[in-house]
């Protein structure tokens, strides 16, 4: 049988702010998953968010060369309707899976854009960057998507904007003009159709390039999700596929169903791991039961560490924890926000129960896909590695020798894994905790990259991961013999860093909503629909199961 035969299966349970809990009342089926297949312990995402991060890890690149990055506060895409997105140039390892053959399928979240310059263009959509099949959130899981949660989308401006107005409608009743009313009328659409239809806008559920919920419903996304998904493996059981299942759980609001609300003993966020859990276990079911486990390749990752601001005193924490590693979501090169988990299955070609400690990147995804695929053909610079080698145990090593970590289009640290087992890692500067001695930015709810947000090190902060993986105890010349070289090691890798070469996609000019580019189910701007559905989704997947 050739490569080109063999399904990859990459299902990647994007669970945002997942941690491996020791409770494994929580995660039996992440366990197994686990236990039969190789788990990589130094997993590390190549940004702390998701956008930047999930753009390296469709691209195998830095997100600074696809310019997925921001000079400012805003480091993702906050806006369906606005202009940026992963640029028609770049290639993702579904086109070029797509190029050897593959049938290619996403189910689940993108949040990589959808139009550049009108409404149906579609040049970031998913459909063209290699996915054949797409049913999802072309965006996100904001506040904004769950009734009586607030908004998270520039809070601090929209509260600016509506003091703005109600200043202008004091001075109309003061000043009666048509002009001052004019401007009223235009300063209160500025802010208030934008931000208040925030739901309408950016919730949307999507097959293919057609908006078929808007706003979506999340009682039923999961099971939507599970369904969408069974579709793609069942009709090609006998073909090269790919599928990408990137679950919304566990991204804050953390939504509730009625399967799982209150079942767990983790409150809210322990339901909503559960349900990310028994997903995983009903495509891992699936893959079983029709007979292609041994040559399906199942990759289970997260696109960076826990929100560790995100929580309050009644529901307590919602934006997960990250165990020993210090920091967490947007800070920079801490740990916390970079290091997640990695599992590889496949049953008869690597080892079940088998453990890499080397640090190994998301990005090493792309090059092995390709590598798998006999994918040969010329290609861009890629920032991964085919990690078959070391999966199989053929090589100990990780080709990682120095792996860079931005904050926006900012170098924020570089690690370093000399021979032996050390990794150093070297901070340039690091994010402003508040209050004093927090682990985190909870005056701004999360952390920023630039200016008075962060403190630079001169010289910069040095750690041991090997040693110290919590980064507790900062190395001196004095209690590290090899600091200087350390020092100048990072100083010369750094002269080969990924460069920006093309505009930036998160600029303000690119982010903010524009009415044109707004994806809508029926007439703009009155937008809305649900996606038919006269049975259960349960109903449907026995249905579906039975026929295949």
């Known amino acids: 049988m050739t490569w080109a035969q063999i399904n990859l299966l990459h299902s990647i349970f994007v669970a945002e702010h997942f941690y491996f809990t020791v409770d494994s009342q929580l995660t039996p089926n992440v366990d197994r998953l686990a236990s039969g297949g190789v788990k990589l312990t130094q997993h590390i995402a190549a940004a702390p968010l998701c956008t930047p991060s999930r753009t390296a890890f469709m691209t195998g690149r830095y997100a600074i060369r696809s310019g997925m990055v921001s000079t400012g506060r805003v480091q993702v895409l906050l806006f369906l309707g606005g202009s940026g997105g992963l640029p028609p140039t770049e290639t993702t390892f579904a086109k070029r899976l797509q190029q050897q053959g593959y049938t290619t399928g996403l189910v689940g979240k993108w949040h990589l854009g959808v139009n550049c310059k009108h409404r149906g263009d579609h040049c970031h959509h998913p459909n063209q960057h290699g996915f054949s099949y797409f049913y999802g959130l072309p965006f996100t899981l904001f506040n904004d998507c769950l009734p009586g949660e607030g908004s998270d989308v520039l809070v601090d401006l929209q509260q600016t904007l509506q003091n703005l107005t109600m200043l202008l409608g004091v001075g109309f009743i003061t000043i009666v003009s048509v002009i001052f009313l004019s401007f009223y009328l235009l300063s209160t659409a500025v802010w208030y159709v934008p931000f208040n239809f925030l739901s309408t806008w950016n919730c949307i559920i999507m097959r293919n390039q057609e908006v078929i919920e808007q706003p979506m419903t999340l009682e039923t996304l999961p099971q939507r999700l599970v369904f969408n998904s069974f579709l793609l493996l069942f009709r090609n059981v006998d073909r090269p596929f790919l599928l990408v299942f990137s679950l919304a759980h566990v991204h804050t609001p953390m939504f509730k169903t009625p399967q799982f609300a209150g079942k767990s003993r983790h409150g809210a966020y322990g339901d909503n791991v559960e349900e990310m859990d028994w997903m995983i276990g009903k495509i891992t079911e699936t893959v079983d039961s029709l007979g292609i486990a041994n040559n399906t390749l199942m990759y289970f990752t997260s696109d960076h560490g826990g929100h560790l601001e995100d929580g309050n005193l009644k529901t307590g924490q919602k934006g997960g924890w990250n165990g020993i590693y210090k920091g967490g979501k947007a800070m920079g090169g801490w740990e916390g926000g970079i290091r997640v988990p990695g599992i590889f299955r496949w049953p008869g070609r690597l080892t079940a129960g088998k453990v890499v400690d080397e640090p190994t990147s998301l990005m090493d995804l792309y090059p092995t896909l390709k590598y798998l695929a006999k994918d040969t053909q010329p290609d861009r610079q890629s920032d991964g590695y085919n990690l078959m080698p070391l999966l199989e145990g053929k090589v100990a090593r990780s080709e990682h020798d120095f792996m860079f970590h931005y904050c926006g289009t900012y170098l924020n640290a570089v690690r370093w894994h000399p021979p032996g087992d050390s990794v150093f890692k070297v901070h340039f500067f690091t994010p402003n905790f508040f209050p004093p ?45 090899r600091y200087a070289e350390i020092l100048e090691q990072t100083a010369k890798a750094m002269e080969r860093t990924a460069g920006q070469s093309i505009e930036i996609q998160l600029a303000w000019d690119k982010i903010l909503w524009r009415p044109w580019l707004q994806p809508c189910c029926g007439t703009f701007p009155f937008c809305g629909c649900k996606e038919n559905s006269t049975d259960t989704y349960e109903k449907k997947l026995e249905q579906t199961a039975s026929v295949y």
Request: proline share 13%; glycine share 8%; aromatic share 12%.
């Open 437 to 481: 001695g927090a682990g985190g930015c909870y005056d701004i709810k999360i952390c920023l990259c630039h200016g008075e947000y962060v403190t630079y090190h001169n010289p910069p902060l040095l750690y041991d991961l090997f040693h110290d993986p919590a980064e507790s105890h900062p190395l001196t010349p004095d209690t590290e013999p």
